[in-house]
T-cell receptor, first 111, second 116 residues
Framework: LAKTTQPISMDSYEGQEVNITCSHN???????ITWYQQFPSQGPRFIIQ???TKVTNEVASLFIPADRKSSTLSLPRVSLSDTAVYYC????????????FGGGTRLMVKP | GAVVSQHPSWVICKSGTSVKIECRSL??????MFWYRQFPKQSLMLMAT?????????EQGVEKDKFLINHASLTLSTLTVTSAHPEDSSFYIC????????????FGPGTRLTVT
């Protein structure tokens, strides 16, 4: 299973763009990259998933370089309500092994 | 769509008793469900994989006789913590895998278990 490494914590201010990078040096060919958000005492919430290049949805963008050894979750114009823990997971869709959570990044958005 | 519920959302029980937690996929069928445990300020740890109609697969270090998992239908999996002890107090989260484009795993809201 591809292991992921993320910064333990990050601070930001309201209205700023936040980029959280995840390293996954031993990502396999069939692995996808998925990001989740978790608030205290709640289950994780799916944010975005991608395989290569760039994926964008209504809440975030995911940038994946050509070598796929890292990925960056970009949150545009964060608000206080974006304060949460963000996890990146890497795994094979077909094998269903995208189940190992790393430490996550604790994002604190300040007013 | 893709909503997963858990019941109860929190439970307090006495040491030595058993507690059952339900996980339901409300608007889709889930052939596979997963159970996680999360201690305060820590990440989620996978406990077991639950497949409909078959025995669950437990992760290393998780006692299968203590954490009984049943996945009797395509929308329901249950986790029973038997003979609970205070160290079993934790946040238990289930998720359901939805087959489709990409790997989509949807999480329940979690169940806070406190054993006194």
């Amino acid at each position: 299973l591809a292991k992921t490494t993320q910064p333990i914590s990050m601070d930001s201010y309201e209205g700023q763009e936040v980029n959280i990078t995840c390293s996954h040096n031993n990502i396999a060919t069939n692995d996808y990259i998925t990001w989740y958000q978790q608030f205290p005492s709640q289950g994780p919430r799916f944010i975005i998933q991608g395989y290569k290049t760039k994926v964008t949805n209504e809440v975030a963008s995911l940038f994946i370089p050509a070598d796929r050894k890292s990925s960056t979750l970009s949150l545009p114009r964060v608000s206080l309500s974006d304060t949460a823990v963000y996890y990146c997971l890497v795994g094979d869709n077909n094998a269903g092994n995208m189940l190992t959570f790393g430490g996550g990044t604790r994002l604190m958005v300040k007013p | 769509g893709a909503v997963v519920s858990q019941h109860p959302s929190w439970v307090i029980c006495k040491s030595g008793t058993s507690v059952k937690i339900e996980c339901r996929s409300l608007d889709f069928q889930a052939t596979t469900m997963f159970w996680y445990r999360q201690f305060p300020k820590q990440s989620l740890m996978l406990m077991a994989t639950s497949n409909e109609g078959s025995k669950a697969t437990y992760e290393q270090g998780v006692e299968k006789d203590k954490f009984l998992i049943n996945h009797a239908s395509l929308t329901l999996s249950t986790l029973t913590v038997t003979s609970a002890h205070p160290e079993d107090s934790s946040f238990y989260i289930c998720s359901a895998m939805r087959q489709g484009r990409g790997y989509e795993q949807y999480f329940g809201p979690g169940t806070r278990l406190t054993v006194t």
